[in-house]
């Protein structure tokens, strides 16, 4: 019923820039809250960042002052821009949300990754 689908990844040099999106769709009251987690094969998936309903925020220690948290919500999308990556970024980028339903019930989902790779 609701898909979240994220883009932007891709291959980019050690202090370059990336900004993923993730769009949701489906049967969508509102959107509660979005999360971007990563994970790096073999390890357990990390937090990134959070962004509220209200537009609050909260970011890893080490991404804070390098990454941007944001939402577009009318066009129900999220956004995290990346900005002087290190090597130790590269990991699958996966897109989280907290979501109402039409029928007024709240569940969580994830997209299917996105993956960033940053070469020194």
């Known amino acids: 019923q609701v898909q979240l689908v994220e883009s932007g990844g891709g291959l980019v040099q050690a202090g370059g820039s990336l900004r993923l999106s993730c769009l949701a769709s489906?049967?969508?009251?509102?959107?509660?809250?979005w999360g971007w987690y990563r994970q790096v094969p073999g390890q357990q998936r990390d937090l990134v960042a959070t962004i509220t309903s209200g537009g609050s925020t909260k970011y890893a220690d080490s991404v804070k002052g390098r990454f941007t948290i944001s939402r577009a919500n009318a066009q129900n999308t999220v956004y995290l821009q990346m900005n002087s990556l290190k090597p130790e970024d590269t990991a699958v980028y996966y897109c989280?949300?907290?979501?109402?339903?039409?029928?007024?019930?709240?569940?969580?989902?994830w997209g299917k990754g996105t993956l960033v790779t940053v070469s020194s």
């Open positions: 989280n949300a907290n979501i109402k339903s039409f029928a007024r019930v709240d569940n969580v989902y």
């Open positions: 489906g049967s969508i009251f509102s959107i509660n809250a």
